[in-house]
């Protein structure tokens, strides 16, 4: 009898021991789901107005502009409850690089759609943005691409392979009509 007493005592002990564990866990769970951030760093850095500020800055070479887009980046991440670790890498060097370089990128992309529509060369933009160098071979393919559609237009509009000087002007002006409407 004292035997199975002291095994039942056991059990009821090992069984409370269980519930308070349980207990705690799902309060320190509860703790941790309120101080979950309503944003994350990559979306705050990925914001619209963040980019399109740093864009403009980096455009303008107005870099105290993109320190203070930063700085407006810790104020929301604060607000928004983001771990010190999250605060303490938007208020670093490599954040700052990391919106300049994503800036630089879109400005490649912004400055190589007004030369693909102009019908210019991109070489310079490709010394100007290095940031940009793996949308370089699909840049270049865009550019085939559309001088391939040209010389067709010209070789249609002059009957001749290769067509000739003026022909291919008439196709350049009206590939460039035909884009521009589009």
Not at 7 to 16: E, G, M, Q, R, Y
Not at 28 to 37: I, L, T, W
Request: no cysteine; net charge negative.
């Amino acid at each position: 009898m004292k035997k199975a007493l002291v095994a039942l005592s056991i059990v009821v002990l090992a069984a409370a021991a269980w519930l308070v564990f349980l207990s705690n866990h799902a309060y320190n769970k509860a703790d941790e789901s309120a101080q979950v951030p309503l944003i994350t760093v990559m979306e705050l850095l990925h914001a619209s107005d963040l980019q399109a500020g740093v864009k403009q800055a980096v455009e303008n070479n107005d870099y105290a502009a993109i320190d203070g887009w930063i700085a407006q980046a810790v104020e929301v991440g604060k607000a928004a409850s983001l771990s010190q670790q999250d605060i303490d890498y938007l208020h670093s060097n490599h954040a700052r690089e990391y919106v300049i370089f994503n800036a630089k990128r879109q400005l490649f992309n912004q400055e190589f759609e007004q030369r693909y529509y102009a019908l210019e060369d991109i070489a310079s933009l490709k010394t100007k943005y290095p940031e940009a160098k793996d949308l370089f071979p699909r840049a270049e393919a865009l550019l085939s691409k559309r001088d391939a559609i040209i010389r067709q237009i010209a070789e249609t509009l002059s009957g001749e392979t290769p067509p000739s000087e003026t022909a291919l002007k008439e196709a350049e002006t009206q590939w460039q009509a035909q884009a521009t409407s589009n």
